[in-house]
């Protein structure tokens, strides 16, 4: 392991089909004030609300509750939450839903008692630490599985009024719930979304070094087995075995474990969290329109990890070929299997005008792994999938 590194992860997780069983004993931990965040209302209709409120009724708690908060959470939605807690004097905010209801109620804890100007500055632009003030515990009920917002402490939130989707690490969840069954409800559209998310973060974290590294190895193995479980869900949406995988493989894929010791890339998430604070699509899916042409492009500036990736996760046979040749056939593969999936592999179709793609480009946040990348290759990088 070439880099120091610290592993702390705090969360507690309970998983499987009765892990809501355990909500009765989290929930003893905390005071009587809940503060119960949620979505547009997938739970009312899948009838996870219900159960949670019978919970909560049991445990007799008093409920308040902060609804609506949507895909690409909105900087409005948190503080209006951040005042419910401040006003009600909550004890714990409870987050029911995917990665837009945890990260936005990892920002209402950390903004109720805030005791500056401006938090979203402070945190989501500046990434200071985290001031004094007291932050509200949260535990979550997972619903949508891709972010691993569930074991990580990352919050990314949208300032609507100036185009900025930021993201920033805040503080994990206390506790969190998954039960693969929860996803059931989810459109095959939500669900391969999150899927590429996984896919995604795995790629962030796998293309830079050259080291022989742990986590390289780590990546592969839940890669293969996300790939694996995918193309069962894909034809059977109710086979728990597959979406138990899928929903263990995204926590793994982003609860910190998976890239320690690595430099990291993350370039292809500030360039689609831009593109979402312009178009408001579904994260995953922006990750695979970009994912294609960017991994064309900076291939060659790491070329023996890109031959790897073929060979080790797609199965590639190198046997006659060039090192070109084997690492863009990894990319190929990749791109076979999302759209074999149904994922999304155009700007266009996700509400892309090309006229965006200039500002788009201009306002990502610059990084990258093995090449760093300027606003204008990322601009031709967005001409390339655009249609
Ligand atoms: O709002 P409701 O009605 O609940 O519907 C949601 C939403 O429309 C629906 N849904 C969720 N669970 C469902 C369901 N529908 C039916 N049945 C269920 N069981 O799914 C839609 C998408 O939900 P959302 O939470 O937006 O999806 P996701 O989990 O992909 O979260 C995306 C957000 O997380 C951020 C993204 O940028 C984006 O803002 N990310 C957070 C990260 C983190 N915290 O570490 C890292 C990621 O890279 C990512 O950036
Ligand atoms: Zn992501």
Redesign the pocket.
Known sequence: MKYDFTFHNPTKIYFGKDSLDNLETELKKYGKRILLA??????KK?GIYDKVIAILKKCDKEVFECKDV????ALSKMLEGAKTIRDNDVDLVLAV???????CAKGMSVAAYYDGDDVFKSYWVNHEPLHKNKIVPLGTVL??V????EM?A???ISDTDNKI?N?TDLFNPDFSILNPE??Y???KY?MV??IF?CMS?LMEQYFSGDDDNTSDYLIEGIYKSIINATKIAVKNPLDYEARSNIMWCSTMA?CGIAGKSKTQDWEV?MIE?QL?AYTNC???MGLCAISMPYYRYIYKFGLPKFVRFAKEVWGVDAIGKTDEQVALEGIDCMEKFAKECGMITTLKELGATKEMLPDIANSCILGGGYKKVTHEEILEILKNCYE
Not at 97 to 103: A, F, L, Q, R
């Open positions: 949620y979505g547009g209302g997938s739970i899948n949507l895909p690409n959470p839903g995917g990665g837009s209801v945890i990260d619903t949508m891709g972010t691993g917002s990580d990352g919050s990314v989707k993201a929860y996803t409800t989810l459109s939500q979304s999150g998310d973060h982003l998430h969290h979402s579904a994260h995953g």
